[in-house]
């Protein structure tokens, strides 16, 4: 219990596959305790009490809450909770993504019940966690939110048409923020092209790993994939006083690759 520290909430911050493998929001949680946040981890799946275990083995203070941010009820549960342990909220940041059934098709082939539920997740799950979370930031002095988006908010990979069009509307939930709440609360996206994380290994070998990350790697001017922290770190610039006055951007964090025309002469 530490009502001085400052508070965040981190949805989706559960380590990944197997054992504990690398998350977005796992080491997102794990770099904002370092950086001397309570940090609240919520996630459907019980890996949440492994980044706890994590954060608390280094010292840090953290609690995992089980919930589903689709769901108002449990949406209110993680504000209540987090407001009896921690006394306030300083940042949120918003790190979900359903990654089910009908994610690889095209509008046509996409089912209306898939292209609703990964909505449900993809934006109102952001949408839910920013509405109920803001009253609390405020009465607490303000803070930050970060949504965590995706290159794919401004270049729509082939078969992938929800994820795009849920992230394109995560940036622009993210501007309305910006504009509401400020000069209480900041707000920003981040936008990372391929990064790699234990959820999507799947069961490839080691070896099928490496050359799966290698041929991706080569759509990159950085010839290599993003790493977790190279997420985890961005959020941190944002959560903290060294982006004062930076509100209601787009961060892409992909190595160059939006930057790069693909001719070659
Ligand atoms: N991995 C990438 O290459 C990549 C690239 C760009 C953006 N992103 C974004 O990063 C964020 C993290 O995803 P990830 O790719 O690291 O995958 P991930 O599977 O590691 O993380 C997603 C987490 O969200 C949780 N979750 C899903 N639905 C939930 C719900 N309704 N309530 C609570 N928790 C829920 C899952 O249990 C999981 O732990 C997502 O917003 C994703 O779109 C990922």
């Not at 305790?33 to 981890?41: E, H, P, T």
């Not at 985890?232 to 209601?248: E, P, Q, R, T």
Request: with cysteine; net charge negative.
């Amino acid at each position: 219990m530490n009502n001085t520290k400052k508070v965040a909430i981190v949805t989706g911050g559960a380590m990944g596959y197997k054992s504990g493998g690398a998350s977005i929001g796992g080491a997102t949680s794990i770099r904002l305790a370092k950086d001397g946040f309570c940090v609240v981890v919520v996630d459907l799946g019980d890996m949440g009490n492994k980044t706890v275990e994590h954060i608390k083995d280094a010292g840090g203070d953290a609690i995992f809450i089980q919930a589903d941010v689709t769901i108002t009820e449990d949406v209110e549960r993680i504000i209540k909770t987090t407001k009896e342990t921690f006394h306030g909220l300083n940042c949120l940041v918003n790190c979900v993504a359903r990654y089910g059934s009908g994610m690889s098709k095209n509008i046509v082939d996409i089912t209306e019940e898939e292209w609703n539920e990964t909505l449900n997740v993809n934006l109102n799950g952001y949408f839910k966690m920013a509405k109920y979370s803001i009253p609390l930031i405020l009465e607490s002095g303000g803070g930050t939110i970060i949504n965590i988006s995706s290159l794919a908010a401004f270049n729509a990979l082939p078969n992938f048409s929800v994820y795009s069009v849920s992230k394109a509307a995560i940036n622009a939930l993210t501007r309305t923020i910006a504009v509401d709440f400020a000069p209480d609360i900041r707000a920003n996206a981040i936008c990372p092209g391929f990064v790699k994380i234990a959820n999507s290994e799947n069961n490839r070998s080691p070896e099928e790993l490496e050359k799966w990350y290698s041929d991706i790697s080569k759509q990159y001017p950085m010839r290599r994939v993003c790493e977790v922290s190279e997420v985890a770190s961005v959020v941190s610039f944002l959560a903290g006083k060294d982006s004062s006055y930076i509100n209601g951007q787009t961060i892409t964090v992909d190595g160059g690759k939006m930057a790069a025309d693909t001719h070659e002469f």
